[in-house]
């Protein structure tokens, strides 16, 4: 059955009786929306502004460089213990343990730059006295490689 020589109210009568309404009869192809219906397109609109900030606000997640972890400091406690040296510290200080990681009581953090891109014949190596990344030639470490990007700290 063809259906194109119908107007839209009558192709849909179930649609236009509830979403549409004809402003007169002359202008049978010009729809508005029923006041009633703006509510929900509004709440629709909110959400998918919600949606588009959540979207964005994860993708900067990934942004982030630095390297650090979170502990549960449990209320009333007066120290607390460096899990990588076994170290005693109290509440409220900072140290840099042993594996070059800037911690407090509630967690720890890289206290250097991670090289991330750098040539393919060199390597990067973590020297843990000066807490930083040595990138040299694979083949001889004397030689030191140019690093590009860095990340962390």
Request: glycine share 2%; net charge negative.
């Given at each position: 059955?063809?259906?194109?020589?119908?107007?839209?109210?009558?192709?849909?009568?179930?649609?236009?009786?509830?979403?549409?309404?004809?402003?007169?009869?002359?202008?049978?192809?010009?729809?508005?929306?029923?006041?009633?219906?703006?509510?929900?397109?509004?709440?629709?609109?909110?959400?998918?502004?919600?949606?588009?900030?959540?979207?964005l606000l994860s993708?900067?997640?990934?942004?982030?460089?630095?390297?650090?972890?979170?502990?549960?400091?449990?209320?009333?406690?007066?120290?607390?213990l460096d899990e990588?040296?076994?170290?005693?510290?109290?509440?409220?200080?900072?140290?840099?343990?042993?594996?070059?990681?800037?911690?407090?009581?509630?967690?720890?953090?890289?206290?250097?730059?991670?090289?991330?891109?750098?040539?393919?014949?060199?390597?990067?190596?973590?020297?843990?006295?000066?807490?930083?990344?040595?990138?040299?030639?694979?083949?001889?470490?004397?030689?030191?490689?140019?690093?590009?990007?860095?990340?962390?700290?």
């Amino acid at each position: 059955m063809d259906l194109d020589h119908l107007l839209p109210q009558q192709k849909y009568p179930m649609v236009a009786d509830t979403l549409f309404k004809r402003e007169s009869p002359q202008n049978y192809n010009i729809f508005y929306l029923l006041p009633e219906h703006l509510s929900n397109l509004t709440s629709l609109t909110a959400t998918m502004k919600y949606l588009a900030l959540a979207v964005l606000l994860s993708s900067l997640l990934s942004l982030s460089n630095a390297a650090c972890y979170v502990k549960r400091v449990e209320p009333g406690l007066t120290h607390c213990l460096d899990e990588v040296d076994k170290t005693w510290h109290a509440v409220g200080s900072t140290w840099r343990n042993s594996n070059c990681l800037d911690c407090t009581c509630s967690g720890c953090c890289d206290s250097f730059f991670s090289p991330t891109v750098f040539p393919d014949d060199c390597v990067a190596v973590l020297d843990l006295e000066a807490c930083e990344y040595i990138v040299h030639k694979k083949d001889d470490p004397s030689v030191i490689c140019p690093v590009r990007v860095k990340k962390g700290k």
